[in-house]
């Protein structure tokens, strides 16, 4: 097993990767190269890609692209999640691999993950066969190891994203019309909206090209965000929708200049009413219904209804088989025939919800530095001191980290007084619990602090008296004893 963690290294293995690509069966446009590539470059977090080949000699045979993150525990610690690659709009992840030897490389992908330092493993969107995702979970069994489903967000629509839509198309756009539209009053409705279209005198549609990429995808995403961007701001986060544009813009971009984009633009005379955008998945034979945008004023013809009967019959003229809506079981997807399967996010956790090993994944170390230097210069010194801590721990001898920590304890140490004035009056205030942190953070930096030491006995005995009840005085004690030298011991006695 080979770690590939830079992107000179992935536009080396293009030839490679594209040939397990067209031999596994269960590959689909989202793991293509183009589209693994064009995400990981301009990610944001770290990535790494798990390529398994038979022998030292031999070219790879599989490929498994994950996301390293960073992120900071409840308790304040750092910890590394591990998130299946392709991105946020990849509505398929999962594994890429010669199927002659699918068992053992997925076992192998498996055995490798857990020598990495993670806490979680998020499996999102996986799409693998039954054989092959059982087997890669087999190898996170109790209990080391929880495996569960994951809950997808709910935006309070009643939508199931777990059920993808998708649409087997037949031969002959007319079948479908009478086979797959259902009720008489839908194909009506479906000729008349069609007809309007090809007329070309009210209506009419472009395709994308060269010279119209951009002006096409900046409507496309106005129209979005028209419908959806307050939503999803007011219910997630601020930023999301123009990070959720960015991605998109990005990841069109790169379809198209694969010749993967699929992008009909439905006009008004002069005026662009609605835009899909729809990856061309020529491996499978499929449609990839990704993104839509319309002008929420036009009722007639229905902009985004007229789009889909649009991309459906040039699909069927071009010889695709399936046109694939993608995760929801919105009612109108039903409409055109539409088939559902499953497709579910996966969250396989260590039992102690810590990182295996409980050390730092070693790539994830620059961040974690950086994050640490920035906690100081925030002034959050015990935060950037516990990152620091975990560094050395992975690496004792990382010169930057051992260099952040003098530091740190330089200021700490200046500290002391202030933060001694501050414990004494949260301690005579009777905030026993804040006092006793402040004065462990002090005994942190000088543990031969007598005052301090005597001081936190107190606040122990105290807690002891009142603790009784709750169980905790067993606890309590060894607190205490840990906290004061024996001779204050036995003063105190």
């Known amino acids: ?36 590539a064009g ?30 993150r960073t992120e900071r525990a409840r308790d304040g610690a750092f910890q590394n999640e591990l998130r299946t690659g392709g991105g946020y709009f990849a509505g398929y992840a999962g594994f890429l691999c010669k199927p002659e030897v699918q068992d053992a490389v997925v076992r192998a992908f498996a055995d490798y993950t857990k020598r990495l330092n993670w806490a979680k493993l998020h499996l999102e969107n996986i799409f693998a066969s039954p054989p092959r995702l059982s087997t890669f979970l087999e190898q996170f069994s109790a209990p080391e190891f929880l495996t ?14 777990d059920i993808y839509v ?15 539209l259902g ?12 007809r309007a279209i090809d007329d070309a005198s009210e209506y009419h549609v472009t395709n994308v090209t060269a010279a119209t ?3 096409d995808l900046q409507t496309l995403l106005r129209f979005w965000e028209s419908q959806w961007g307050a939503k999803l701001a007011a219910r997630y986060h601020p930023g999301l929708p123009q990070a959720m544009i960015n991605n998109f813009r990005n990841m069109l971009r790169c379809a198209f200049e694969d010749d993967a984009l699929y992008l009909p633009v439905l006009w008004r005379d002069d005026n662009p009413i609605g835009v899909q955008a729809t990856l061309i998945d020529r491996k499978n034979g499929a449609l990839i219904g990704m993104l839509n945008g319309r002008d929420l004023a036009v009722k007639k013809p229905a902009p985004g209804f007229a789009l889909h009967l649009y991309s459906i019959r040039w699909a069927i003229q071009n010889g695709f088989a399936v046109y694939d809506l993608q995760t929801g079981d919105f009612s109108y997807k039903y409409d055109f025939g539409g088939l559902e399967r499953r497709v579910e996010c996966l969250l396989v956790s260590t039992a102690s919800r810590r990182n295996l090993r409980d050390r730092l994944e070693s790539r994830s170390l620059p961040v974690v530095l950086a994050r640490a230097k920035a906690l100081h210069q925030a002034g959050d010194l015990e935060a950037a001191l516990r990152g620091c801590r975990q560094i050395l721990a992975a690496d004792p001898a990382h010169a930057e980290a051992l260099s952040l920590l003098r530091q740190l304890d330089a200021a700490r140490q200046a500290l002391l007084p202030q933060k001694l004035s501050v414990a004494a009056r949260l301690h005579q205030a009777g905030n026993l619990a804040a006092a006793e942190k402040i004065y462990r953070e002090i005994l942190d930096v000088e543990p031969g602090r007598f005052d301090v030491r005597y001081l936190l006995g107190v606040i122990c005995r105290s807690s002891t008296v009142m603790a009784t009840r709750s169980g905790r005085s067993a606890r309590r004690s060894r607190s205490i004893r840990t906290s004061l030298p024996r001779t204050t011991i036995a003063a105190w006695r």
Do not use: C
């Not at 080979?2 to 269960?26: G, K, M, Q, T």
């Not at 998708?166 to 797959?180: H, I, M, Q």
């Not at 009506?188 to 909206?193: E, G, N, Y």
């Open 213 to 215: 990429l951009e002006r």
């Open 39 to 68: 995400w990981f470059k301009r990610l944001r977090y770290q990535w790494l890609v798990l390529a398994a080949k038979e022998d030292d000699s031999a070219s790879y045979v599989g490929f498994f692209p994950l996301q390293l």
């Open 166 to 180: 998708y649409v087997n198309l037949p031969g002959d756009w007319e079948d479908f019309l009478n086979d797959r």
């Open 1 to 36: 097993m080979d770690v590939i963690d830079s992107f000179d290294a992935l536009v080396e293995l293009r030839d490679n990767w594209d040939a397990v690509y067209a031999a596994d069966p269960e590959a689909q446009y989202f793991m293509s190269w183009p589209w693994m």
């Open 183 to 194: 009720a008489a009053t839908t194909r009506k409705t479906a000729r008349r909206t069609l």
């Open 148 to 161: 569960g489903k994951m809950r997808r967000p709910d935006d309070g629509d009643g939508i199931d994203h």
